[in-house]
């Protein structure tokens, strides 16, 4: 079993960045797919980023952030990233990752097994 810590929100004005990171306890942490999902006060948990478990990880991106997040992992590390640079207002929520062991629908959060508690993320206008 794998437990999740997330790390890095922050208060951030429009147009700035921040790295969110993603601490993974437990051996098997390169086995399991991994994913960022995002929930704004009265929204549903959506979808932000994951990448594959496998060498040559592929990554996967929502509409809303391709080209401005960049997704990923460092299995030495145990631990998963999340940067975000040109932040907008919109992008505000809790940021909470996610492992599965699915290889597939990665970009549904019922794909995934274990959650962190999650990490505010506030930007500014």
């Known amino acids: 079993q794998v437990q999740l810590v997330e790390s890095g929100g922050g208060l951030v004005q429009a147009g700035g960045s921040l790295r969110l990171s993603c601490a993974a306890s437990?051996?098997?942490?390169?086995?399991?797919?991994m994913g960022w999902f995002r929930q704004a006060p009265g929204k549903e948990r959506e979808f932000v980023a994951a990448?594959?478990?496998?060498?040559?990880?592929?990554?996967y991106y929502a509409d809303s952030v391709k080209g401005r997040f960049t997704i990923s992992r460092d299995n030495a590390k145990n631990t998963l990233y999340l940067q975000m640079n040109s932040l907008k207002p919109e992008d505000t929520a809790v940021y909470y990752c996610?492992?599965?062991?699915?290889?597939?629908?990665?970009?549904?959060?019922?794909?995934?097994?274990?959650w962190g508690q999650g990490t505010q993320v506030t930007v500014s206008s």
């Open positions: 996610g492992a599965g062991s699915a290889s597939w629908g990665l970009r549904s959060s019922s794909r995934y097994d274990r």
């Open positions: 990448i594959t478990w496998s060498i040559g990880s592929t990554a």
């Open positions: 437990g051996r098997t942490f390169s086995s399991y797919a």
